[in-house]
């Protein structure tokens, strides 16, 4: 079974940076895909995901800003937030598709969410 570590948010001010870690640990063999959701009060959004073959997509509201980038040695992926914007508060959630060592796939796997806020 997989298990999900995000880490990497805080308090900045607008303007500021943030960068989000997602390490997958366990008889992982590799990620195969990888989103970014935020969650604020009456809202979640699909912030950003990346690919298998690294092809990534983004909100309208973060492109430019927000880069989803992978490490596939260490498991990892990341989402580096430039510019934040007080209305980028929220809970920020990974969610991956992992293939195991034994060759099983397991799809919309989801961390534990990290805060996230920015103040004006």
């Known amino acids: 079974q997989v298990r999900l570590v995000e880490s990497g948010g805080g308090l900045v001010q607008a303007g500021g940076s943030l960068r989000l870690s997602c390490a997958a640990s366990?008889?992982?063999?590799?990620?195969?895909?990888a989103r970014w959701y935020r969650q604020a009060p009456g809202k979640r959004e699909l912030v950003a995901g990346i690919?298998?073959?690294?092809?990534?997509d983004y909100a309208d509201s973060v492109k430019g800003r927000f880069t989803i980038s992978r490490d596939n040695a260490k498991n990892t992926v990341y989402l580096q937030m430039n510019s934040l914007k007080p209305e980028d508060t929220a809970v920020y959630y990974c969610?991956?598709?992992?293939?195991?060592?034994?060759?099983?796939?397991?799809?919309?796997?989801w961390g534990q969410g990290t805060q996230v806020t920015v103040s004006s």
């Open positions: 690919t298998s073959d690294g092809s990534t």
């Open positions: 366990g008889s992982i063999s590799n990620i195969i895909n």
């Open positions: 969610n991956l598709g992992v293939k195991y060592t034994s060759g099983r796939y397991e799809y919309n796997v």
